[in-house]
């Protein structure tokens, strides 16, 4: 039998902790049930830790992160925190893992699945069938970017500022990752900035052009305004393969993605890094949506970005192809049979259920097809 898989578990702030419950399960599941077996580590992050350790993540909770072989992170922050001040936001967990652990290519798949081509607020016609990958850079741009503050003028005034800035580096090792997928895929690239307006998007797309050139001439590459873009995407959104955007685009278009698909609550997605001379490569695996505090506490929250984001961790770091799809049509299969959490059930369409009632079905259906 293989080595075990070290696991670190974060569940943070507002419904990560419920949504993580139900993966839980799924993971136990997968440790009882299929050849593997998980060293499953969990720490505080966020506004959880703030609380109970007086910062967003400890450097003991970095070092583990460094040290586990993959990291299944929930959500982060709420109203409770927002007060903190710049320096002391839940945030800062997220971003200082991804900063730290070099994870630089955020994948954000938008998928409509069958059963939910009516979840969309986008004509089914329009959705059906949508397959897209965005690549977002996840450890540059104005994220990152200095100088940044707030300043006083000569007249009194004040400025805040921040830096958009990209590195040929730093472009290119994202667009790998981009090209090396629409190799898998369908052989598609569209690169989206604002090279109208903004310097660093014109290098950004001077960068991926010659990188296209010279190493992936088999994929179509194609270039977009990040407005056209967000446009694009609610007009006719399965013109697109794989896009790879900045990070702050990314942040943007993957949130507008995701309500084709139904409900923000339904997409998963995978943070990697560089493969190292080892042969590791850090990768974090979160869920899109936020902490969503209007509705932690309840129950009610939809379980599956988070346990979909086990699939990617499955595939991505574990190379258990199966055992992802496993997860994935048992997923499917459960949205078919009309479980469906708040965001999703809609009106006219079958009753919500709750968080766990969603993992019961998905443990039921594991159960089913692993039988
Ligand atoms: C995301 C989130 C984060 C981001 C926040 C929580 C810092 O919106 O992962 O999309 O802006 O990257
Ligand atoms: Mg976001």
């Not at 109203?79 to 290519?105: H, N, Q, S, T």
Request: proline fraction near 5%; glycine fraction near 10%.
């Amino acid at each position: 039998m293989p080595a075990n898989k070290k696991l670190l578990i974060l569940p943070g702030d507002g419904i990560g902790p419920e949504v993580m419950a139900e993966t839980r399960r799924v993971i136990d599941w997968m440790d009882r049930r299929r050849l593997v077996r998980f060293d499953i580590a969990e720490a505080l992050v966020g506004g959880a830790a703030i609380d109970a350790e007086g910062t967003p993540i400890t450097e003991a909770t970095m070092q583990a992160a460094r040290d586990a072989d993959a990291i299944l992170f929930g959500s982060v922050g709420g109203p409770k925190w927002d007060k903190l001040g710049f320096d002391l936001r839940p945030e800062l967990a997220i971003l200082r893992l991804r900063k730290e652990l070099d994870l630089f290519a955020n994948l954000r798949p938008a998928v409509v699945l069958d059963p939910l081509v009516d979840a969309s607020t986008l004509k089914p016609e329009v959705v059906r069938g949508l397959d897209i990958m965005i690549v977002r850079e996840s450890t540059g741009g104005v994220y990152f970017g200095t100088p940044r503050g707030v300043e006083t003028l000569p007249d009194g005034q004040q400025r805040g500022f921040d830096t958009e800035s990209y590195t040929t580096g730093e472009i290119e090792r994202v667009a790998r990752v981009a090209f090396e997928l629409a190799r898998k895929r369908g052989l598609r690239v569209t690169s989206v900035e604002k090279a109208n307006v903004m310097q660093s998007g014109l290098f950004w797309r001077q960068t991926v052009t010659a990188l296209g050139a010279r190493d992936y001439p088999d994929v179509a590459l194609s270039h977009m305004y990040a407005d056209n873009c967000a446009m694009q995407l609610v007009r006719n959104p399965r013109q697109f393969d794989v896009i790879v955007t900045s990070n702050i685009f990314g942040d943007l278009l993957s949130d507008l993605a995701s309500m084709l698909t139904g409900s923000l609550g339904m997409l998963p997605s995978a943070t990697l890094g560089a493969v190292q001379p080892s042969g590791k490569r850090h990768a974090l695996y979160e869920p899109i949506h936020g902490s969503a505090p209007d509705i932690a506490g309840k129950g009610i929250a939809n379980p599956l970005a988070q346990i979909l984001s086990f699939a990617m961790l499955l595939r991505y770091s574990f190379d258990m192809e199966e055992d992802a799809r496993l997860i994935e049509g048992a997923a499917t299969a459960v949205l078919a049979a009309g479980l469906r959490t708040a965001d999703l059930a809609g009106p006219g369409g079958t009753a919500a259920v709750g968080t766990r009632a969603v993992g019961d079905a998905l443990l039921a259906e594991l159960e089913r097809r692993a039988a």
